[in-house]
């Protein structure tokens, strides 16, 4: 990426005076804001909508991003091409420039962003406010110039695009080949072409530049710098206002040029648009709780979620896995993130992007093996890990129950099937039904028998039985509850290690583990962890002490996945319990460690930035996958406020670097937004504390409320679920329990499960009956109950 270059050629053009601009400063004073940390203004922000997406940092400068293509992440994108590496803006006053490059504050908005620019001398700062319309190839820009001195300034602004026209990761699979820029002056702005290819770029204002110029590119790329030189006055106490729209298009010159006009023309309806449907976005599923940090927290990770949608029209829409540099379309990162996109009400976007995935995965695979990583030009660079072919069975059977749709079902259980009989035939070599293979832990040597890729495999079955029950194939509902059920008594006998209080990382030959081992001090000795050094040590000689012919379980990494099984809930209660207090141990601040061995002593009190290696690598790091797996974890043996304690650490990441959002890895390295952070709050809080459970396709409800002990007065309202909403009020006042449930349609049945007998109902019409010893309530014929225990 380049900075301004010298002149090449000037043009002068007729000076024309700044129209009526419409400030939108004003359309985001009561949208929800977070101010940014002073000490990470050197740190990227994104501007985000489904077509295009801005990357810079926040102190308004674009420098090098990214490794995916090497310092080409950040910019503005418009997949599957790159449009620009950024921009620069200078004003020139009294012969003195003052770069538009140093923000000294940064503030981010659900669909806005602003840097602040101030010059105390001059009296002068400058804002800057961009945002991205939705289903639209560009993106707008506005300064506001506010002069806070009685005299008049006057000076030139320059505007200087930096075009880099070049294709997406893996462009050379599909014939995108990178070409030079060639821009020209037309009109009001500048049209920048890839000389080979019918890749645009346009940008300019709603004036006329008094003069325009092309910059010498300098670097090694095949882009250009063009600039758009005004002059401006801004009387004494006043404002100036101007703005600029960047447009693209990878097909041609007339889709740039009708989106620029468009946005030039409408570009307040636009914004009105977005905010109003974000608005929408934070009243579905609407959190009240006593933590506000938490609260406001799950508010953003829903914002945070409509960042990553991405959509190719010629390929589809999905949900990408993280910005910078994982924009594009995942298997397992999906897997995990649709179930709380469900939970948040994204019904749409989630079908677009299981329609995605199902689609490119059975036309490249063809044997129901689902992807794993996909490029936004159609290149797969991976067709598929083990794991997330199970996943993406328990997938189908969770977003079924939410939306009760016969026909979604019908349309992906062959996946499912063909996935099922894929994985067990090709993957178990020694048909002990479990199946051998990378899982989520990509460790060089670590693709025996996995205990994530057994647990998900175990969950795939049980859902899958559900699925051709629903199906009526009854025969096969039986083969998959049968293979289910032997799974779940084998992973809790083979894969548990007493001695370690903790399911097996893999099941694996004495050679297998003997390497591992050896990788494994490696590690810890280089991260100077020498309690892990001992264990591996001790678990090597016991190894070479009492040797085996036959696979066994070994404990070497203490990987997250070992608490799959908890999560999953085929953990016996027993073993689970065990495993989750010695899961504690491989905690900091921010939650769960990756791999267990790379903790410390001070672990436990670490609370700073995270010094992760100069080539990116998780090496060390704590994420928030594994901790809301943890979460879930706990919830599902009965421990609420153990998951509160996980979300309440991955809340302290939060707005810890970008404001408004939370980072891949804790507190402040690797994606600055990821797509499975919403489930790691949603299905604790949605599903778990709120104890929503969904039957969609019987129009049924269960709510089975696990509340933390702190949480004595909170609400979880416009929880939709088919063609029904749900809001719930839980209040516990000094041992008075209320409890009020709602729904917006009548026709279906709602249950509500409580731990104690001896309620009364004081609103509402239901019907009462015992189950297993709970009261339940089955509201029929009425919209709202309250239930009250004295």
């Not at 250009?224 to 990878?250: C, K, M, R, T, W």
């Not at 660079?381 to 977003?399: K, V, Y």
């Not at 974890?633 to 650490?649: I, M, S, T, V």
């Not at 804790?666 to 600055?672: A, E, I, L, R, V």
Request: charged share 20%; aromatic share 12%; net charge negative.
């Amino acid at each position: 990426m380049r900075s301004i270059p010298f002149l090449l050629s000037l043009l002068f053009l007729a000076a024309c005076n700044n129209p009526a601009t419409q400030s939108i400063s004003a359309l985001l004073e009561d949208a929800p804001a977070i101010q940014g940390n002073k000490d990470y203004l050197d740190s990227p922000f994104a501007t985000a909508g489904d077509r295009v997406y801005m990357v810079g940092h926040q102190n308004g400068t674009f420098p090098s991003l990214g490794w995916h293509i090497k310092g080409e992440m950040g910019g503005i994108w418009n997949h599957p091409i790159k449009l620009m590496d950024g921009f620069d803006a200078t004003l020139e006053w009294e012969d003195q420039p003052l770069q538009l490059n140093n923000a000294t504050r940064f503030i981010n908005y659900p669909f806005a962003n602003r840097h602040i620019f101030e010059f105390p001398e001059e009296q002068l700062v400058v804002e800057r406010i961009q945002f991205v319309p939705d289903s639209t190839q560009g993106l707008v820009v506005q300064y506001i110039f506010k002069n806070n001195s009685p005299s008049p300034i006057s000076g030139n602004f320059t505007f200087t695009g930096h075009s880099d026209l070049l294709p997406t990761w893996l462009g050379e699979r599909t014939q995108m080949v990178d070409d030079q820029d060639v821009g020209t002056f037309e009109e009001n702005y500048w049209v920048v072409k890839d000389q080979s290819n019918p890749w645009f770029t346009l940008f300019g204002s709603d004036i006329k530049p008094e003069s325009f110029l092309t910059n010498e590119n300098k670097g090694d790329t095949h882009g250009q710098s063009n600039s758009l030189i005004y002059h401006i006055d801004i009387p004494g106490n006043s404002e100036y206002v101007q703005n600029f729209y960047i447009a693209g298009s990878y097909t041609s010159k007339e889709d740039a040029v009708n989106t620029y006009q468009n946005l030039q023309s409408d570009y307040i309806n636009h914004f009105k648009a977005k905010k109003a449907r974000y608005e929408a976005l934070a009243a579905q599923t609407k959190l009240t709780i006593p933590d506000k940090d938490l609260q406001q927290a799950f508010e953003w990770l829903k914002y945070n979620s409509d960042w990553l949608v991405r959509t190719v029209p010629e390929i589809g829409t999905g949900i990408g896995a993280g910005i910078p540099d994982y924009p594009w379309w995942f298997g397992v990162d999906s897997e995990y993130a649709l179930k709380g996109y469900m939970a948040i009400g994204r019904e749409e976007i989630v079908a677009a992007t299981i329609q995605l995935l199902d689609s490119v995965s059975m036309a490249i695979n063809g044997n129901g093996r689902i992807l794993h990583e996909m490029s936004t030009n159609g290149a797969v660079f991976n067709e598929g890990n083990i794991n997330e072919t199970p996943q993406f069975a328990s997938l189908i059977w969770d977003i079924y129950s939410w939306n009760g749709d016969k026909t979604f079902l019908e349309k992906y259980f062959p996946t499912v099937q063909k996935g099922l009989q894929w994985l067990m035939d090709e993957n178990d070599t020694n048909q002990n039904l479990f199946p051998d293979g990378f899982g989520m832990m990509e460790i060089h040597g670590l693709n025996s028998e996995m205990i994530d890729v057994a647990s998900y495999t175990q969950k795939a079955f049980e859902d899958a039985s559900k699925m051709a029950h629903a199906l009526e194939k009854s025969d096969l509902a039986n083969k998959y509850e049968a293979l289910a059920d032997e799974l779940k008594q084998r992973i809790n006998t083979e894969f548990w290690s007493a001695d370690f209080g903790s399911y097996a990382d893999f099941i694996g030959t004495d050679e297998q583990a003997l390497h591992l081992i050896e990788d494994a001090l490696v590690r810890a000795d280089t991260l100077n962890k020498p309690w892990a050094v001992e264990e591996l040590k001790a678990t090597e000689r016991q190894l070479l002490e009492h040797p085996s012919t036959k696979p066994r379980p070994f404990v070497l990494y203490h990987n997250w996945v070992v608490n799959t099984p908890m999560e999953m809930g085929i953990a016996d209660s027993t073993k689970a319990i065990v495993a989750l207090d010695n899961a504690k141990k491989f905690t900091n601040p921010f939650g769960m460690f990756v791999t267990g061995i790379d903790r410390d002593e001070s672990a436990g009190k670490d609370e700073g930035s995270f010094k992760g290696s100069k080539v990116f690598s998780y090496t060390g790091a704590v994420m928030t996958l594994p901790t809301g797996v943890q979460a879930v974890a706990e919830n599902n043996y009965g421990r609420p406020d153990e998951a509160l304690d996980y979300l309440k650490r991955m809340t302290r990441s939060f707005s810890y670097a970008l404001p408004g959002s939370m980072y891949e890895v804790s507190p402040d390295y690797g994606m600055m937004t990821q797509a499975w952070n919403i489930y790691a709050f949603a299905i604790p809080i949605v599903n778990q504390f709120f104890g929503i459970s969904s039957k969609a396709y019987d129009k049924m409800m269960e709510i089975r409320p696990q509340m933390p002990k702190d949480w004595t007065d909170v609400s979880l309202e416009n929880v939709k679920i088919g063609n029904n909403e749900v809001s719930i009020w839980y209040e516990n006042n000094n041992g008075i329990f209320q409890i009020k449930v709602q729904q917006t349609n009548p026709e279906w049945h709602l249950k509500l499960i409580l731990p104690q007998d001896d309620y009364s109902v004081t609103e509402g019409n239901p019907e009462t009956s015992l189950a297993n010893g709970k009261t339940v309530f089955r509201l029929t014929n009425e919209k709202t109950m309250v239930i009250t225990k004295p």
